[in-house]
């Protein structure tokens, strides 16, 4: 597998000023000698946007961004696969049927270790480069994707730090090499993202892009307060939670319905998708909601995720902005192929057709989609506060979020105050990649025994179970001389 995984691209932009880009040109690492690259800013910044733009690169059947995106929501219990007219794009994941050499195991590694290694390359040779400003925010900015790249991965394949910090972690490779290389135990592995994330967020302070498709300080601060979150270190998470927030302002129920998938006054990072991109049939919104002007069927890609009655059900107030973006149609919400349809993940030319197909094909697929939105940082505030007992600085910040979507304040305590807290972030952060992180983190059951659109006979899984960590993948174990079938996840040996 080192040849698929470890070798990877140093991906060279056409244009790198500007978030409004189409596909990078891509050429095998080993033709770009550290000398040629690395001799200026202007390289270094080449492969800088490479390593982002495995965001939006990929294999014939994904991007990197959809397991982000899409896994964490699928493998919960507020989100649908349905397996019609889609290939059967992740029905694996969501009926938690993975094996060591499936699609859904090897292609998020590949994506995130792709992204890794383009960092590690600028990080190996950032001392070429005279200080600088531009210097700082390239290797901030490296250190910072690498983390969250790595945040991803360890999410993913291992337990949590708060529960099995001894456990096997992932391959923490900080070189670009192709060594072979062991498991670094979850706490290890924590500890090299602490240090990295604030590193990053010193070397960002005032040095940090102005666009914000670019992780910024208050990116980096985000990415340190998801880190000290999992780590239940209340100290360090509202700290960088709240410098994360500095000079936000939420938006308001008019902005969060025509705002939520682009660059706005909540924005802490997102990634653009321009009409240039061709990502019509893969993109993010052509699996939640690309329908015609009357919202009758699919003009472009698969539309095979939908809503589950559970979060319906946590939607019952009309006074919640959020529930206005479940579809209606003649005063009913909207259901296709079993599920209910959403459209808080769209694009901005959704009722739009380029005329290139006879058939209605469109590529069309365009937005600035969040990765990262400061209710999120709220909700972390909450939830440290909560778990240390500093009751009034949880509800405070719950209610910030609660009261500007349109809910009354929430007044209770204790654990209720905690279940609250985790609701709030199944309405505020549903298709945005976080519920399966949240029930592991929370050391939480999953349970779709009562969901009627559920066909995935997961029915309910307890809490730490061993199926709640994907496989390592076995051509990773077979070419990593550092590892055995003894190193694979417990539910897979």
Same mark, same amino acid.
């Given at each position: 597998m080192?040849k698929?995984i ?5 991906a060279l932009?056409?244009?790198f000023n ?14 770009y000698?550290?000398?040629s690259?690395f ?6 910044q080449?492969v800088l946007t ?6 939006? &690169?990929?294999?014939?059947a ?8 899409f ?6 219990e507020d ?13 694996a ?7 060591p050499?499936s699609?859904y195991s ?19 040779n ?11 925010r390239?290797?901030g900015?490296?250190?910072a994707?690498?983390?969250?790249a790595?945040?991803?991965l360890?999410? !993913? ?6 529960k ?8 923490l490779r900080l ?29 960002l302070e ?5 666009q914000?498709?670019?992780?910024t300080s208050q ?5 340190a307060a998801r ?7 209340y100290t360090?998470g ?7 927030l ?9 902005d969060?319905?025509?705002?939520m998938?682009?660059?706005?006054s ?8 321009t009409?240039?991109d061709k990502q019509s049939?893969?993109?993010?919104p052509?699996?939640?909601?690309i329908?015609?002007?009357n919202q009758t069927y699919v003009?472009?890609g698969?539309?095979s995720?939908?809503?589950?009655s559970?979060l319906? &059900?946590?939607l ?7 529930k206005s973006l479940?579809?209606?149609?003649n ?13 808080k993940?769209?694009s901005?030319r ?20 969040n990765m ?15 778990d240390?007992?500093?009751e009034d600085e949880?509800r405070? !910040? ?14 209770g305590?204790g654990n209720?105050l905690k ?18 992180f949240?029930?592991?983190?929370r050391n939480?059951?999953?349970?779709r025994?009562n969901?009627a659109?559920d ?7 307890s809490?730490?179970?061993d199926r ?5 993948p ?6 990593n ?7 694979q ?5």
């Amino acid at each position: 597998m080192k040849k698929i995984i470890y070798i990877f691209s140093l991906a060279l932009a056409m244009t790198f000023n500007s978030c409004e880009k189409g596909f990078l040109e891509v050429a095998p690492s080993d033709e770009y000698s550290d000398a040629s690259v690395f001799t200026n800013i202007e390289g270094a910044q080449k492969v800088l946007t490479g390593a982002y733009d495995w965001m939006t &690169n990929g294999w014939y059947a994904h991007y990197t961004n959809q397991y982000i995106f899409f896994i964490p929501d699928v493998m919960g219990e507020d989100a649908m696969v349905n397996s019609t007219g889609n290939y059967n794009r992740f029905v694996a994941p969501y009926q938690y049927s993975f094996t060591p050499s499936s699609t859904y195991s090897i292609d998020p590694w590949i994506g995130c270790y792709s992204m890794i290694d383009n960092c590690n390359a600028i990080l190996d040779n950032i001392g070429s480069l005279p200080e600088s400003g531009d210097r700082n925010r390239i290797e901030g900015e490296a250190l910072a994707l690498r983390t969250y790249a790595y945040h991803f991965l360890i999410r !993913a394949y291992a337990k949590p730090v708060n529960k099995a910090p001894e456990s096997a972690g992932v391959i923490l490779r900080l070189h670009s090499n192709i060594d072979d290389l062991p498991r670094t135990s979850v706490k290890e592995c924590y500890s090299q993202f602490v240090s990295d994330i604030e590193n990053a967020c010193t070397l960002l302070e005032g040095n940090s892009s102005s666009q914000k498709c670019y992780i910024t300080s208050q990116g980096a601060h985000a990415i340190a307060a998801r880190l000290y979150l999992d780590l239940g270190d209340y100290t360090n998470g509202v700290k960088h939670a709240k410098s994360a927030l500095q000079g936000l302002t939420l938006m308001s129920k008019a902005d969060y319905k025509l705002q939520m998938c682009e660059n706005n006054s909540e924005t802490i990072w997102y990634f653009t998708c321009t009409s240039t991109d061709k990502q019509s049939f893969l993109s993010l919104p052509a699996f939640w909601w690309i329908c015609d002007d009357n919202q009758t069927y699919v003009k472009s890609g698969y539309s095979s995720l939908g809503v589950t009655s559970a979060l319906v &059900n946590l939607l019952n107030d009309d006074a919640d902005v959020r529930k206005s973006l479940l579809v209606t149609v003649n005063g009913n919400l909207m259901k296709r192929n079993g599920s209910f349809v959403t459209s808080k993940i769209c694009s901005r030319r959704n009722g739009d057709s380029d005329g290139t197909s006879g058939s209605g094909t469109v590529n069309f697929a365009e937005g600035d989609f969040n990765m990262i939105r400061g209710s999120e940082m709220y909700l972390i505030i909450a939830e440290l506060a909560a778990d240390k007992g500093a009751e009034d600085e949880a509800r405070e !910040a719950l209610n910030k979020v609660r009261t500007t979507r349109g809910l009354s304040e929430y007044q209770g305590s204790g654990n209720d105050l905690k279940t609250e807290i985790q609701n709030e972030r199944r309405r505020e952060l549903f298709a945005e990649g976080h519920r399966f992180f949240d029930i592991k983190r929370r050391n939480l059951p999953l349970d779709r025994s009562n969901i009627a659109e559920d066909w995935s006979a997961v029915g309910t899984i307890s809490a730490g179970s061993d199926r709640f960590e994907l496989p390592i993948p076995e051509d990773e174990i077979n070419a990593n001389k550092a590892l055995t079938v003894a190193d694979q996840n417990p539910a897979y040996k």
